[in-house]
């Protein structure tokens, strides 16, 4: 039985588990990913690449950048703790799995180019109309 609370299956959909990569950027740049991740999953691909859209705009809006954050905070640490997981990693692997524009946007994301992931994202949502 899927447990759609702990671990949906439209985001196990991958190489590894969406959260992984998508923890490791702005809240923003993170739903732009789950949304991309999951739209062919869902039933709704144009809806789900339309709030990729929007998540990337506010993110673009509010000067946040495309790359993942080096580290995340233990509020219990003083120091900064490096996620176990790499996002390079992650990103290539999820590229690897997928063709034409949506690996483009992948890659794009490789090297944090909002300008060429929302250009992807517009093409791929072009693609479901």
Known sequence: MTNNVDHPQHYENGPYECILLAEQYSFNVGN????????????????????????????????????????????????????????????????DTTTGVEHDFWDSMTEADDENAIHSLRQLLKETE
């Open 32 to 95: 732009m990913i789950k949304y991309v991740w999951r739209h062919k999953a869902k039933g709704h691909p144009k809806e789900d690449l339309e709030k990729a859209i929007w998540y990337a705009h506010r993110a673009k809006a509010n000067g946040e950048s495309f790359a993942a954050y080096p580290w995340h905070s233990d509020s219990d640490l003083t120091d900064y703790i490096r996620s176990p997981y790499d996002w390079a990693t992650l990103m290539h692997l999820k590229a």
